[in-house]
Nanobody, 123 residues
Framework: QVHLVESGGGLVQAGGSRRLSCAASERTFSPYAMGWFRQPPGKEREFVAA????????DYADSVKGRFTISRDRTKNTVYLQMNNLKPEDTAVYYC????????????????WGQGTQVTVSS
């Protein structure tokens, strides 16, 4: 089981930006994919973005395409989620996870999860 720690959450005004980080503590870390998911209040967890760890190809949910960017730094075992032009509907707990699929993945394609970080967007 991989230990993942998210950071960077907080309160931001609509239209603002935020960058989330997710670091793996393992010295040897080579997942096939890393993903970001979110769980809005009272709703189910949903896919946000995923990236192929080695090649860097990425996929996004339609709701964030053009506003969010996923990236990774393999030297730091860290994946990032740059969120721009945030909207109140982006308010959620954001989770990162390791997975076996980066294109159009589902929750079932991801195994190790972080504890989550809260992002609140005020209008």
């Amino acid at each position: 089981q991989v230990h993942l720690v998210e950071s960077g959450g907080g309160l931001v005004q609509a239209g603002g930006s935020r960058r989330l980080s997710c670091a793996a503590s393992e010295r040897t870390f080579s997942p096939y994919a890393m993903g970001w998911f979110r769980q809005p209040p009272g709703k189910e967890r949903e896919f946000v973005a995923a990236i192929n760890w080695f090649v860097g190809n990425a996929d996004y949910a339609d709701s964030v395409k053009g506003r969010f960017t996923i990236s990774r730094d393999r030297t730091k075992n860290t994946v990032y989620l740059q969120m721009n032009n945030l909207k109140p509907e982006d308010t959620a707990v954001y989770y990162c996870a390791t997975g076996t699929k980066w294109y159009r993945p589902s929750l079932a394609d991801f195994g190790s999860w972080g504890q989550g970080t809260q992002v609140t967007v005020s209008s």
